[in-house]
């Protein structure tokens, strides 16, 4: 049976910042490791989605970073400053708005900014949270073997979803996780 254990962590502060955005930084990684003590709450219910101004696609709706290194900023365009960088690609995140080219994005922490659409791609992930969790080779856990064991932070790619149970992939493993194991996904979103 394979461990699966997560990468470092899913962001760093820009390269060039103020004293302040340090100082905030401090303040966030303090938040993010006591984060880590309390457990994660769940995506609110999808509000009736509305299609986007932009794309017309709902809003909002989960994606995923295209990229190991994103840039989040305080507003929509290269004017405003960097408050994030994220350094994991594939990590979910949702969009909670559009302007332009640009998103407005709400990762699995809470935090919030703006990225571009580049940096952006449609593919379904999920993020595991809370404790260690057994991927499954079915979606029963009676009576299924363990495929792998995934530490909180590891990055799965939804391939089916249904009421309970989602079917996901890391690396060359293939397995049921119980929806409450991981974020980026909706209570009620199904898919095949």
Request: net charge positive; hydrophobic share 40%.
């Amino acid at each position: 049976m394979a461990r699966l254990p997560a990468r470092a962590g899913p962001f760093r502060p820009p390269a060039r910042s103020s004293l302040r955005r340090r100082l905030g930084a401090r303040i966030r990684l303090s938040l993010l490791a006591a984060s880590v003590a309390v457990p994660m709450l769940a995506p609110s219910p999808a509000p009736a989605a509305k299609a986007g101004a932009e794309t017309g696609l709902p809003v909002p709706r989960f994606v995923s970073l295209r990229s190991d290194e994103v840039n989040l900023r305080t507003g929509p365009g290269t004017n405003y400053p960097v408050e994030w960088v994220y350094v994991r690609r594939h990590m979910p995140v949702e969009i909670i708005a559009e302007f332009d080219t640009w998103r407005k994005i709400r990762d699995w922490q809470g935090t919030v900014g703006w990225v571009h659409q580049s940096l952006l791609d449609g593919r379904r992930t999920g993020i595991v949270v809370g404790t260690v969790r057994d991927m499954l080779s079915a979606p029963q856990a009676d009576a299924a073997r363990t495929v792998a064991r995934l530490e909180p932070g590891v990055i799965v790619r939804l391939r089916e979803c249904r009421p309970d149970w989602c079917l996901v992939r890391v690396q060359e493993f293939e397995g049921w996780l119980p929806r409450d194991a991981f974020w980026g996904l909706y209570p009620d979103e199904t898919f095949d």
